[in-house]
């Protein structure tokens, strides 16, 4: 089991409210952790598990703010710079409709170590409390989510928030009808794609090309995902076409690299 560890962000999904719906990884977060940053959505029996944390709330809804998103940021890197461990806890999953990318983006500028904790995501949630399936063979193929608002005085292109960031379950070994398809939707050569094989597994291993090479990616161990969309662009600076393949031991922020 993980403890937090001192100077480490950990940023946590707290799933859609059911406190059995945790996983055990987050509980173990919470148990140990020194700070817990969450958002409004977050219900009390999930927090009760942050005993001897401190606990605050930094929600932003409906437009009301009790902390700047910037002050988040600044309290996560003080923090962890005190050598504290810190919880980041969202609602549902920590990289659907949150903004763990900017927190990401600033804990790598400072130089932080953190960690992502999936949760159960609000789509699957409500799926399950249906008894109703959201992919089904006979009928359904795929999923589209999206967000029905937008950050008001967002800086994001109009353009980039209409695309979807793909995901593909089981690409298979050939992924050149996969590639073909997309660049049929005028996408660009250039889109980022990631291959992940056994996600969040001891071996697992991360693939990261462009849509202009994906068709030459092969032997990828299953089970694997396909992602691809322009928020998978590496953030550190480098080009996607040159970079080709990281190879992770664990979701962190501390891959090992190799080229292809």
């Known amino acids: 089991m993980t403890d937090a560890i001192p100077g480490t962000v950990y940023l946590v999904g707290a799933g859609p409210g059911?406190?059995?719906?945790?996983?055990?990884?987050?509980?173990?977060?919470?148990?140990?952790?020194?700070?817990?940053?969450?958002?409004?959505?977050?219900?009390?029996?999930?927090?009760?598990?942050?005993?001897?944390?401190?606990?605050?709330?930094?929600?932003?809804?409906?437009?009301?703010?009790?902390?700047?998103?910037?002050?988040?940021?600044?309290?996560?890197?003080?923090?962890?710079?005190?050598g504290l461990s810190i919880v980041r806890l969202k609602s549902g999953d920590p990289l659907v409709f949150g903004r763990a990318g900017e927190e990401m983006d600033v804990l790598r500028a400072a130089g932080i170590p953190f960690e992502v904790v999936p949760g159960i995501t609000a789509a699957f949630a409500a799926a399950a409390a249906l008894c109703q399936p959201l992919t089904d063979r006979r009928t359904a193929s795929s999923i589209n989510i999206s967000a029905g608002h937008h950050a008001p005085g967002s800086s994001l292109d109009p353009a980039s928030i209409t695309t979807p960031t793909r995901v593909v379950y089981m690409p298979g070994r050939d992924l050149s009808a996969i590639a073909a398809q997309l660049r049929g939707e005028g996408l660009l050569a250039d889109l980022p794609c990631v291959i992940v094989s056994r996600a969040a597994?001891?071996?697992?291993?991360?693939?990261r090309t462009t849509l202009a090479q994906l068709d030459r990616i092969q032997l990828v161990p299953a089970p694997s995902i396909l992602l691809a969309g322009e928020t998978l662009r590496d953030s550190r600076g480098s080009s996607l076409a040159e970079m080709s393949k990281y190879v992770m031991t664990s979701v962190t922020n501390q891959p090992q690299s190799a080229e292809l």
Do not use: F, W
Request: include cysteine.
């Open 18 to 82: 059911d406190p059995e719906l945790l996983t055990l990884k987050a509980v173990r977060l919470l148990v140990s952790a020194d700070v817990v940053l969450y958002d409004d959505l977050v219900p009390a029996p999930v927090l009760a598990h942050a005993e001897r944390a401190l606990v605050i709330n930094v929600g932003k809804r409906c437009g009301r703010k009790n902390i700047s998103q910037e002050q988040i940021n600044a309290m996560m890197v003080d923090d962890a710079r005190r």
């Open 201 to 207: 597994q001891p071996d697992q291993q991360i693939v």
